[in-house]
Each structure stands twice: as C-alpha cells, then as structure tokens.
C-alpha cells in the first residue's frame, strides 16, 4: 500500500520514507538486524544501519495536451547505505556483500517501493563494497544505486 507521509507532496521526500518501509519490511521478513534507518547522512550511525538519500533527478515531459496538462517522468536516484560494523580483522567483507546482496534482491521483489510508483517501479543497478570514514570511526559499508521511476502530471498555469 503506497504510504503519502504527513500529505508530503515531495515526491523525493515520498521516496525516501517508501523506500525505508520497503527495509524495514526486509529486516523484518529476512530477519536481518538493521537498528536504525536514516533518512540523511550521519556522521556517527548506530550500526548496523541504512541511510537513503537522494542524489540527483531527472525529469522527463511524456506528452503535453495543448501546453495545458503536463506529464512527466520523474528519474529520482537514491543511494541506499548499509552501514554494518566498525571495520575491523574480523569483518568480511563478503558478509557485507552477502547482506547487501539480500537487500538488493528483496528491493527488486518490492518493484513498485511499497506502491509509490506502481507503472514505472524502480531500477536497482548493483552493489558495491565501500568503505566509509564517519567521524573517527571506519565503517565496513556498502551501496545500492535505485533509480525510482515516478509519473508526474501538472497543469500549467501561464
């Protein structure tokens, strides 16, 4: 069921919540302990964690009825972090991988980012193993690269 926060009309706001009800129904379902789940960068996360951000858009007209009605597709790329421990000797990186690969395969089954955009769904592109500095701690982390696909119609006013 597609989740409209607080009648938030920004659909990059819209994206990032459905997108953490989609992890947290994945911590959930999978049994994969996930303590805390950002909607911005941190310097200090609680780990494990996911943080989802949004990168960049890119909007695209699909038709225009006289200049009046305007419809667009809306490319929103997000970043989803996984921020699993300090890195240490004992951290694998494989165990990284092997947990956001989970992630990653639960995102696809979840398609339509818990009904936010139920035509065009999203595509995730992989996964990568990144190490990150938070503060003065080193995080054995990953990324999962989406592109949420969002149907936009307005009408113009001038």
């Known amino acids: 069921m597609t989740v409209n926060f607080k009648n938030e009309d920004n659909y990059y706001h819209n994206a990032v919540l459905n997108c953490i009800e989609v992890l947290k129904a994945f911590s959930r ?3 994969v302990e996930i303590r805390h789940f950002y909607e911005e960068d941190v310097i200090n996360p609680d780990t494990p964690s996911v943080c989802v951000i949004v990168n960049q858009s890119e909007d695209h007209m699909r038709m225009s009825n006289a200049m009046q009605q305007i419809r667009y597709t809306i490319n929103i790329d997000m970043e ?11 951290i694998k990186r494989n165990k990284v991988m092997y947990e956001l690969w ?5 995102l696809k089954k979840h398609i ?24 003065s701690r080193i995080l054995a982390s990953g990324v999962i ?14």
Do not use: C, Q
């Open 80 to 90: 989803v972090w996984y921020y699993y421990a300090d890195l240490t000797e004992e």
């Open 145 to 158: 690269p989406i592109r949420v696909k969002k149907l936009y119609k307005t009408t113009s006013t001038s």
């Open 102 to 106: 989970k992630m990653n395969d639960y």
């Open 29 to 31: 379902d999978e049994r």
């Open 112 to 135: 339509t980012l818990n009904g936010f955009a139920p035509k065009l769904g999203l595509e995730v592109s992989g996964t990568r193993w990144v190490p990150v500095r938070r503060g």
